[in-house]
């Protein structure tokens, strides 16, 4: 038996429970970890609201993100092995798999060697950020030194990988905040410019900040009208990607800006990567050097012990936390 975190109906985080469950022996191409950390996502959060992309099923396991140690291995896996530390990359749907649990199985191409010396919890921070980061930045943005780059929520976990990954290549990562209070720690995570608050203001700033050229990609998960005053801070032919909806309005697009600049907006996320595997070996690779170099480095805010997961998601929707929040096992 396994403690598993499951929900049967949708709600606020006391709907989450733990209940035993047997886990089977991993299938053909999976193979079970005995999980040491669990790193949450706002993804979980609307998943367990009732708001996400498709409803869950009952009772529903969730879980996106785990690191811990392979237990067993399914027939067909090649490269993973017994005894080896791992985390998990979200290439799979909560219907078919959820990493809030003790033992759990996961499939093996979302499942990934931890470089050496990293630990479980920053292990278990690390895929959803950097990999949702990568895709629109380098593997769809192609993101070059010395452009400029606005990040839409930049206290979030992605919004930090987004931060570290735009100064890996050189760029000019320029963190957009609502609040003034987090200024400093955006600084301290390696942002060149702090904009807190929006409107008019932020379209001025951004432009005085690129000697009037614009930058050249936003990377927002709000939305919502707002979203109209980082579009006209775009440059010639930039780039708007849309990766979440925090502001469930509908975007704000001025039309003329548009035209004028050749801008390009679009909606993304993440299983765009994980989905292909070409794209997923490419963010691997990518991240993997990253992690060993000690160029990117997960941001934890606060852990919590699973037996507080109701805690861990309650802090979650307060929307108060600089980086990832991590559950321990």
Do not use: C
Request: proline share 4%; charged share 20%; net charge neutral.
């Amino acid at each position: 038996m396994s403690r598993i975190v499951r929900f049967h109906r949708t709600g606020g985080p006391e709907v989450l429970q733990i209940d035993d469950v047997e886990v089977p022996a991993p299938g053909a191409g999976e193979v079970q970890i005995h999980v040491k950390a669990i790193g949450l996502n706002r993804a979980e959060v609307m998943y367990r609201s009732g708001e996400y992309t498709y409803a869950p099923r009952f009772p529903a396991g969730v879980g996106y993100e785990g690191s811990g140690v392979i237990e067993a291995v399914g027939s067909g896996v090649n490269g993973l092995a017994v005894g080896d530390a791992v985390s998990v990359v979200p290439a799979f749907s909560f219907l078919e798999y959820g990493m809030y649990g003790e033992r759990v199985n996961a499939p093996a191409h979302a499942v990934v060697k931890n470089p050496a010396g990293l630990s479980f919890e920053a292990a278990a921070a690390t895929w959803m950020m950097y990999t949702t980061a990568w895709g629109a930045l380098i593997e769809l943005g192609g993101l070059k030194q010395g452009e400029a780059v606005l990040v839409g929520a930049a206290s979030s976990s992605v919004g930090l990988a987004a931060i570290q990954i735009a100064n890996t290549v050189g760029a000019v990562p320029i963190a957009l905040t609502r609040s003034e209070k987090k200024r400093e720690a955006l600084l301290k995570a390696g942002a060149q410019h702090v904009i807190a608050g929006g409107g008019a203001e932020l379209t001025k700033q951004v432009l005085e900040l690129t000697g009037g050229t614009g930058a050249r990609i936003a990377f927002d998960p709000v939305g919502g009208p707002e979203a109209a005053h980082q579009l006209r801070a775009l440059a010639r032919q930039g780039m708007f990607f849309q990766y979440g909806a925090l502001d469930t309005r509908e975007l704000s697009i001025p039309v003329m800006d548009l035209l004028a600049r050749h801008l390009t907006v679009r909606g993304y996320e993440l299983f765009e990567i994980t989905t292909d595997a070409a794209r997923l070996e490419r963010a691997k690779r990518f991240i993997t050097e990253g992690l060993a170099s000690g160029t990117l480095k997960p941001a934890i805010d606060r852990t919590f012990p699973f037996d507080r997961i109701v805690d861990a998601h309650r802090y979650m929707e307060a929307g108060e936390q600089v980086g990832k929040i991590v559950v321990t096992v």
